[in-house]
């Protein structure tokens, strides 16, 4: 799979000598969690993947060089059964996803390491990675910190509802890849799908509200699409890849200056 992180900032490519020789107290190693599913009929398996990847590697390109932070290689397979059903998704337990996640922790603290963050770019695993930072840090001591998608860039242009409900296969991640892998992208495929409307809100919500309720995919869209692809380009795919790399980044400069003896 296409790759957009430096050599040099992947953590698989160093001998043991090499890992032995960094600095364990201070080194930031950086996991990527994603998924391998459905995007619609547009947009490929791989979207959720390779949007951390280049999100990613555009983040660690703006770091200085002398600063130790790696990215380890990712787990690809999420907990994606909110697109079961639909061909080509690949999808593991939540408590498979935990084990992994728990397994490459207690990997990181054995070889002496301070500090893990945990990078996801797949919306079902959100949970479960805020959930895996807190249980890590109790059970190895590690400093362990929880990163999402485009670390909080705000994106402008988009509309209230794709902001609000375009979470799946719409503008943004479909900008991204436009950008990226252009050669992914089935332009002729486009399909509008939302879970929700701003203009008419109820009170019950798909997320991030007092009030949820629990959905699958395929009970909103039989494409697999929940948002609005049309007006994405690769223009502003480059523009906010560029402004999240610089959040991420920033970021990532803060999880590293994170000392001991904060809370």
């Known amino acids: 799979m ?78 994606s059964n909110e697109h079961i059903g639909f061909p080509g998704t690949l999808s593991v337990s939540a408590a498979t996803f935990m084990a992994v996640l728990r397994d490459l922790g207690a990997s990181v ?43 909080g860039a705000k994106f402008a242009g988009l509309s209230d509802q794709e902001r609000a409900y375009g979470f799946h296969a719409g503008e943004v991640e479909t900008a991204f890849l436009l950008e990226a892998t252009p050669e992914l992208i089935h ?17 019950l919500k798909p997320e991030n509200s007092p009030a949820n309720f629990a959905w699958l995919t395929r009970d909103i869209a039989a494409s697999g699409v929940l948002g609005h692809p049309d007006p994405a380009t690769a223009e502003n795919g480059a523009l906010w890849i560029a402004e999240a790399a610089k959040s991420i980044a920033a970021l990532l400069t803060a999880m590293f200056e994170y000392g001991e003896t904060q809370s």
């Open 109 to 151: 603290a054995a070889s002496g390491f301070k500090k893990l963050a945990l990078y996801n770019t797949h919306g079902g695993n959100s949970a479960l990675v805020d959930v895996m930072a807190r249980d890590l840090r109790a059970e190895f001591g590690l400093r362990t910190f929880s990163l999402f998608g485009s670390g």
């Open 187 to 203: 332009t002729d495929e486009y399909t509008t799908n939302y879970i929700a409307d701003v203009a008419n809100p109820k009170p």
């Open 2 to 79: 296409k790759t957009w992180i430096a050599p040099s900032r992947q953590f698989a490519n160093l001998t043991w000598k090499q890992v032995d020789a960094l600095p364990r107290a201070t080194t930031l190693l950086v996991l990527p969690t994603a998924a391998i599913e459905q995007h619609g009929p547009h947009m490929p398996l791989a979207t959720d993947t390779l949007i951390n990847n280049r999100l990613l590697g555009a983040a660690l390109d703006l770091l200085p060089a002398a600063m130790p932070v790696y990215a380890l290689p990712p787990v690809c397979y999420g907990k």
